[in-house]
């Protein structure tokens, strides 16, 4: 800062003496010697050699002002970036009057309460988590030490619970690694030529048992072949998440629709296929349409239970199965109880 300011003082002094000589040069020849000696030595560089100095010790003065001035509020970022490190995300940094340290200090603030919200969610999954695999544990606990100690029967009804049981472990683990996988985009996809309409449909009768449970009505249009290079598993894991997140968010009575329509596509837009997921049930509202997606976060809705079993990640898996094939997963509702649309789009490769 002080250099800086030296530097345009200077400057300034060079541009002065430049300027003084380019006037000079010509009168020199017509001034008699006594004037020229009078004009080299004469008050003219007296003030400049006094103004200089004068200039010096305030550039000094103001690059120490301005120097205090600026690194306050950058020694406070510094303290603040530290403690960021050592998990203390709760401070809130004063925004200084200056535009652009007020920029960066917002942005830190604004980087400390991202922290601060992952963080309170982590600590919540931790806990989902452990609750989620202690009921099973406990009941797989309870049903061995009591074929130990003769009190249950080992028989076909007892080892299907225990198999129910295992297996509610086996997906919890299966989400938890999926969830991993999205998150660092790193899925393992096993390319195939797949027709995502046959999928639909073989979902659809997976699923429709379900909703005839509820009476929920599921109507499917995916009769014209849409044939994409994709991972048919990962693919339909996504429709599974979807249709099973459709049928919760339904009321009896309701009516989902599964469309699968593939693109002509242009030159700028390559062709994909398009799957849609619609419900008429309980909607979401407009400041939930990005939240939905983030990891750990169930979107709770007035007078309605959240789904049992539920951890949250679903739908983070399915957006990171959809960006790994090279498409997106979007959603739109026109508001809360009017009913919600997933939109799946893959790209048609080769």
Not at 293 to 301: D, G, L, V
């Amino acid at each position: 800062m002080i250099l800086s300011h030296l530097a345009v003082l200077l400057i300034a002094q060079a541009a002065m003496g430049a300027a003084r000589a380019i006037v000079e040069g010509p009168a020199k020849g017509y001034l008699d010697p006594a004037a020229q000696i009078h004009r080299q030595d004469g008050p003219i560089d007296s003030d400049l050699a006094l103004g200089l100095g004068l200039g010096t010790a305030a550039a000094f003065l103001a690059a120490v002002v301005l120097s205090r001035f600026l690194l306050r509020p950058l020694d406070n970022v510094r303290s603040a970036t530290h403690r960021l490190a050592e998990g203390h995300y709760d401070d809130v940094l004063t925004v200084p009057s200056e535009p652009g340290l007020a920029a960066l200090v917002q942005d830190v603030n604004s980087l400390a309460a991202t922290l601060a919200d992952t963080e309170r969610r982590r600590a919540r999954l931790v806990s989902e988590i452990a609750h989620e695999m202690r009921t099973p544990i406990t009941i797989l606990h309870g049903q061995i030490e009591g074929m130990a100690d003769g009190i249950f029967t080992p028989d076909d009804a007892m080892f299907a619970s225990l198999a129910d049981d295992l297996d509610r472990l086996r997906r919890l683990a299966s989400d938890l690694s999926s969830l991993s996988q999205a998150e660092e985009g790193a899925f393992a996809l096993r390319s195939a030529s797949t027709d995502v309409a046959a999928l639909a449909r073989a979902t659809a009768r997976r699923l429709r048992p379900q909703y005839d449970d509820q009476g929920i009505t599921l109507t499917v249009d995916a009769d014209t072949p849409a044939v994409i290079s994709g991972d048919p598993d990962r693919i339909t894991q996504v429709l599974i998440n979807l249709l099973g997140n459709a049928l919760t968010a339904s009321h009896p009575g309701g009516h989902v629709v599964l469309s699968v329509h593939g693109g002509t596509g242009t030159r700028t837009a390559p062709r994909h296929v398009t799957v849609g997921v619609t419900d008429d049930g309980i909607g979401i509202a407009e400041h939930d349409l990005n939240r939905i997606f983030t990891r750990f976060e169930r979107i709770k809705h007035p007078g309605r239970p959240s789904p049992a079993g539920g951890s949250g990640i679903g739908l983070t898996i399915a957006r990171g199965i959809a960006e790994a094939h090279g498409g997106s997963l979007t959603v739109a509702s026109p508001g809360v109880g009017r009913g919600s649309t997933f939109t799946l789009r893959l790209p048609v490769t080769g």
